[in-house]
């Protein structure tokens, strides 16, 4: 009997370890195919992958995207807009895009608006204008009430603010991790 168990306990480590590596290769094949299109911004635990266009010494806008996305999803429809008259500065949130994955508490809006007040900080002076959709638009809130100094105004699309009632389904937990 505990023969079966051992061997039981041995093949879901091996599928384990099997499904990490082949999504390790797939993620490198895939940024290889699509490298990044920024630059870099280090954090004390993350690395920020933020693309910037538009004047220097503009007005700045930073756009901030939503669950489940990366910085494209703004980027795409607004910067050339924005850019002849702005400085227009997009950054993937930790664990999206090419930004990394921070430590345990990185999903909370807290560390979630200290990022995008790095951002800020290494990409001009001044106040920004913050564009941000979905949930990025609470992180923009938080931004604005822990940085005030570094928001200028907020316009906010399709936000997810309020407070999510209940529990997660078990799939949005398991995919948070």
Known sequence: MIWWLLAAAAAIALTGFLLHANARAYTRRVEAQFPPTGRFIETSDTRLHVREAGMEG?????????ASSNLLELWEPLAEEFAPLHRVIAYDRPGMGYSTRARANAHTLAHQ?????RVLEQTGDGPAIIVAHSLGAAVALRLAL??????????LVAPAC????????????????
């Not at 608006?113 to 007040?117: E, I, P, T, V, Y």
């Open 58 to 66: 503009a007005p700045r806008i930073l756009l901030i995207h939503g």
């Open 113 to 117: 608006a200290q990022c995008a007040a």
């Open 162 to 177: 309020n407070p999510y009632p209940g529990k997660p389904a078990w799939w949005a937990r398991l995919s948070a991790t």
């Open 146 to 155: 822990n940085f005030p100094h570094l928001v200028r105004g907020l316009v």
